[in-house]
Nanobody
Framework: QVQLVESGGGLVQTGDSLRLSCAASGRTFSNYAMGWFRQAPGKEREFVAA????????YYADSVKGRFTISRDNAKNTVYLQMNSLKPEDTAVYYC???????????????????WGRGTQLTVSS
């Protein structure tokens, strides 16, 4: 089992920056690819960003490319999502997730992830 706990969400204004963190415990963190997903009210959960086990490969949804940066610290068992130039449409509950797989094509696929956190709310006011 892998336990994931997100933190860092909150209420910000358009154009602000914020960093989300996701702390993992329970298994060897470096064995897992990590992803960030988000879900807005009335919408399906959508892919935001993913990072490979070593951190050498990263992937982003088009909607956040150039504004968000995913990173990980395997020594601290933590994955981060740095979010800049926030927009009201970024408002959602943000979830981190872990998968043991190494098929990068499946990194944006929610069903490929084995473990999920409970989420942290981000609200961006206009």
């Amino acid at each position: 089992q892998v336990q994931l706990v997100e933190s860092g969400g909150g209420l910000v204004q358009t154009g602000d920056s914020l960093r989300l963190s996701c702390a993992a415990s329970g298994r060897t963190f470096s064995n897992y690819a990590m992803g960030w997903f988000r879900q807005a009210p009335g919408k399906e959960r959508e892919f935001v960003a993913a990072i490979s086990q070593s951190g050498s490969s990263t992937y982003y949804a088009d909607s956040v490319k150039g504004r968000f940066t995913i990173s990980r610290d395997n020594a601290k068992n933590t994955v981060y999502l740095q979010m800049n130039s926030l927009k009201p449409e970024d408002t959602a509950v943000y979830y981190c997730a872990a998968q043991i797989g190494r098929n990068h094509a499946r990194f944006p696929v929610p069903g490929a992830y084995d473990y999920w956190g409970r989420g942290t709310q981000l609200t961006v006011s206009s």
